[in-house]
Structure formats: structure tokens, C-alpha cells
């Protein structure tokens, strides 16, 4: 079983910093692709950034200059540094990971639970 775990959430002013980190455990082959969505209140989820295993990144324009993300595939972890904060920020960040558990098989999406982001004016 897989499971995807987030840490870092909290409480922050404006204009300040917090790091996200997420580690995927498990019957693991391989990690593809690992990222970082965000879902507000009353809207729906959407892509912060994403990084393959080569390290090529992609970011959303909302987060673009502020946010880096990083991974470490041997620790099958994926980071994200929030700088300058906002509060349209607000929200709970889910990782996420497309993973292999057996190298015969297609991978698919793997989901973590979600830690809250809430950036105070």
C-alpha cells in the first residue's frame, strides 16, 4: 500500500515563508511525476507546480517567482518553499505522486490527505 504523507502546513502572516514537504512510502517502483495541488474554500482543486524525475518544473502563474519546488527521488519526497505569502494562498495543499508499484504495470495518480496553508493579511 501507498501512501503519501504532507508536512509543513500552518499559520503565517503576509509577506512571510513556509515549506511543504511530502514523502511517499510503500510498495514503490518507481515516482514519476510529483507535485503540489491546492483547493480554497468553494473552489476547486487546482495545480501549484508540479517536477518529473529529471527535475523539470512547471508552475502555475499564480505562484510563479514565489514558490520553488525540489524533490529527492531517493527519498521519494517532493518539497515546496513558499515565499512571499498572500492571502489568496489560503488553502489545503495535497501532494501528489504518479507512482509505479510494479514495473509490469501502468502507474497511476496517488493523492496525500492535505495539509492546511492559511496566510493571515
Known amino acids: 500500500q501507498v501512501q503519501l504523507v504532507e508536512f509543513g502546513g500552518g499559520l503565517v502572516q503576509a509577506g512571510g515563508s513556509l515549506r511543504l514537504s511530502c514523502a511517499a512510502s510503500?510498495?514503490?517502483?518507481?515516482?514519476?511525476?510529483m507535485g503540489w495541488y491546492r483547493q480554497a474554500p468553494g473552489t476547486q482543486r487546482e495545480l501549484v507546480a508540479i517536477i518529473n524525475r529529471n527535475g523539470g518544473t512547471k508552475y502555475s502563474d499564480s505562484v510563479k517567482g514565489r514558490f520553488t519546488i525540489s524533490r529527492d527521488n531517493a527519498m521519494n519526497s517532493v518539497y515546496l518553499q513558499m515565499n512571499s505569502l498572500k492571502p489568496e494562498d489560503t488553502a489545503v495543499y495535497h501532494c501528489?505522486?504518479?507512482?509505479?508499484?510494479?514495473?509490469?504495470?501502468?502507474?497511476?495518480?496517488?493523492w496525500g490527505q492535505g495539509t492546511r496553508v492559511t496566510v493571515s493579511s
Open positions: 501528489y505522486g504518479y507512482l509505479l508499484t510494479d514495473w509490469r504495470q501502468d502507474g497511476r495518480d496517488y
Open positions: 510503500g510498495d514503490i517502483f518507481r515516482v514519476n511525476d
